[in-house]
């Protein structure tokens, strides 16, 4: 998950409500210079969704989000995603992901879980719903006893507290829907989602 994700500062967090949306707003996502994309498995037309962005978008790569179950798992490798995030992580999940091809962002909001996680040979982390577990000051902390372990923290995130996340260095990247909110998807306005994209990837550490 490091190599895959470092350089990307911001993963826009994608809800799929309306499969003709997938192609134009991963588009609109990429030109404007984010191209890891996570789409959320919360929605009927997801599937579909994130077949014809692996299909139709060069340059996007692409994760499943969500992901909670094992089933979920098999459905992301068969998609051709190249990574998979959970909100959180049981041990069901974790022991299903290690024998996955591809590699899995466990979510996770304490040290507990964080070392749970870490016995299934995890590193890197989704930090899960970031502002209301602690935010920033929490992910400080954690890199006293966890100095390998990186974070990527999402809920909540949006250009107001951004800098908050991207200062730390035990940080990856933050993730959030904030580059594509869900006004601006049902309305189509690609090209404001587009504009959004060149801000957050134009965010300096
Ligand atoms: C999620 O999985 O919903 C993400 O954490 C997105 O959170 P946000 O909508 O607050 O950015």
């Known amino acids: 998950m490091r190599d895959l994700l470092a350089g990307n500062t911001v993963i826009p ?20 210079g984010l191209n890891v994309l996570e789409v959320t498995l919360r929605t009927a037309a997801a599937e579909e969704g994130i077949r014809q962005i692996v299909a139709q978008v060069p340059g996007a790569i692409v994760g499943t989000g969500t992901v909670c179950t094992p089933e979920q798992i098999t459905l992301s490798e068969q998609l051709g995603c190249q990574f998979m995030v959970s909100p959180g992580a049981t041990d069901t999940l974790l022991a299903a992901a290690q024998k996955s091809s591809i590699g899995l962002l466990p979510g996770i909001s304490s040290a507990s879980e964080l070392m749970r996680c870490m016995e299934y040979g995890h590193r890197d982390f989704k930090f899960f719903p970031a502002e209301n577990s602690g935010g920033a000051a929490m992910i400080k902390a954690l890199a006293g006893p966890f100095g390998d372990a ?4 999402t809920g909540g995130i949006g250009l107001h507290n951004v800098m908050d996340y991207l ?7 933050v993730g959030g829907s904030w580059v594509c909110p869900a006004q601006m998807v049902k309305e189509q306005r690609w090209d404001e989602i587009e504009q959004l994209a060149r801000e957050a990837s134009a965010l300096g550490r």
């Open 150 to 153: 990186r974070i990527c923290p």
């Open 13 to 32: 967090v994608i809800v799929i409500d309306r499969v003709e949306d997938a192609v134009p707003l991963a588009k609109a996502l990429v030109a404007g």
């Open 167 to 173: 200062s730390l260095p035990n940080v990856l990247c």
